[in-house]
């Protein structure tokens, strides 16, 4: 393992030893709206506290770009985090959430850990070197046609502007596919992709947080991942479909319709 992946590991393993001891009294802690229907809670900034000590324990000159804290420092190294995704299912009990971790190397996605403390399941990626669930190789699914696939994705909650356009696009995946799940954390619904899972995923409004370590999961896995038009630029859109190559290439037809002016992009 790469030494850099190495500690993103030992930092998601102690957000998650956090997020755990703090999901068996969920009542006591103390929760804040950042905005409508975005929620930030004490666990979120302890876990991104212990993440952000680690990583500049081991690399102090690196920058960061988390959730919580925003972007510190200026380096051609990046790490970008989101300490506990999902925080709404968190706060229910509900068990869908991950630590998102990830390092882009002069824009470019270098290395990966999306951890699922619940289920102790640790994905793990680098550029060139394949995805591994638990030190195990994965690869997306080998579905070649988009009926009996499976997709993943999100509801809009912060851009309702587009919820037209999005029932749009949902209505005709529904009508094409074996099914959709809206689990509602998307870095380990990109991870699922990644094992195979989900055969494919797509939703908008996301941040760089959200996709960045899952997207390196897909494509070390053979998958494909694009903007809602199936180019680059869904890290700073923060709208994104991935898959299988095959069921990629048969969701964009479905989505495109769909797309209003601010989703072209």
Same mark, same amino acid.
């Given at each position: 393992?790469?030494?850099?992946?190495?500690?993103?590991?030992?930092?998601?393993?102690?957000?998650?030893?956090?997020?755990?001891?703090?999901?068996?009294?969920?009542?006591?802690?103390?929760?804040?709206?950042?905005? #409508?229907?975005?929620?930030?809670?004490?666990?979120?900034?302890?876990?991104?506290?212990?993440?952000?000590?680690?990583?500049?324990?081991?690399?102090?000159?690196?920058?960061?770009? #988390?959730?919580?804290?925003?972007?510190?420092?200026?380096?051609?190294?990046?790490?970008?985090?989101?300490?506990?995704?999902?925080?709404?299912?968190?706060?229910?009990?509900?068990?869908?959430?991950?630590?998102?971790?990830?390092?882009?190397?002069?824009?470019?996605?270098?290395?990966?850990?999306?951890?699922?403390?619940?289920?102790?399941?640790?994905?793990?990626?680098?550029?060139?070197?394949?995805?591994?669930?638990?030190?195990?190789?994965?690869?997306?699914?080998?579905?070649?046609?988009?009926?009996?696939?499976?997709?993943?994705?999100?509801?809009?909650?912060?851009?309702?502007?587009?919820?037209?356009?999005?029932?749009?696009?949902?209505?005709?995946?529904?009508?094409?596919? /074996?099914?959709?799940?809206?689990?509602?954390?998307?870095?380990?619904?990109?991870?699922?992709?990644?094992?195979?899972?989900?055969?494919?995923?797509?939703?908008?409004?996301?941040?760089?947080?959200?996709?960045?370590?899952?997207?390196?999961?897909? /494509?070390?896995?053979?998958?494909?991942?694009?903007?809602?038009?199936?180019?680059?630029?869904?890290?700073?859109?923060?709208?994104?479909?991935?898959?299988?190559?095959?069921?990629? #290439?048969?969701?964009?037809?479905?989505?495109?319709?769909?797309?209003?002016?601010?989703?072209?992009?």
């Amino acid at each position: 393992m790469h030494p850099m992946l190495n500690i993103a590991v030992k930092a998601a393993r102690r957000a998650g030893g956090i997020i755990n001891r703090a999901g068996r009294n969920l009542d006591v802690i103390a929760v804040r709206e950042k905005s #409508a229907n975005d929620f930030v809670s004490e666990v979120d900034r302890e876990a991104e506290k212990a993440i952000i000590q680690t990583l500049r324990e081991a690399y102090p000159a690196h920058s960061i770009l #988390a959730e919580e804290s925003g972007a510190s420092g200026t380096s051609e190294y990046q790490w970008i985090i989101d300490p506990l995704d999902g925080t709404t299912n968190f706060l229910h009990g509900f068990p869908q959430y991950a630590v998102s971790i990830a390092m882009s190397h002069k824009g470019v996605l270098t290395h990966a850990v999306v951890y699922d403390p619940g289920r102790n399941d640790l994905f793990t990626a680098s550029k060139g070197a394949g995805a591994y669930l638990n030190d195990t190789r994965i690869r997306v699914s080998k579905r070649a046609h988009l009926q009996p696939a499976l997709i993943g994705t999100g509801f809009p909650y912060r851009e309702l502007e587009n919820m037209e356009a999005y029932f749009g696009m949902m209505r005709d995946i529904i009508k094409n596919t /074996t099914g959709i799940r809206r689990a509602g954390a998307a870095a380990l619904d990109l991870a699922y992709v990644a094992a195979g899972r989900l055969d494919g995923f797509w939703e908008f409004g996301l941040s760089k947080w959200d996709i960045a370590a899952g997207a390196l999961l897909i /494509t070390e896995a053979g998958g494909l991942v694009g903007n809602l038009q199936g180019n680059d630029g869904y890290m700073e859109t923060g709208n994104i479909v991935a898959g299988n190559p095959k069921v990629f #290439a048969q969701l964009l037809p479905l989505i495109a319709p769909h797309l209003t002016p601010s989703l072209k992009s």
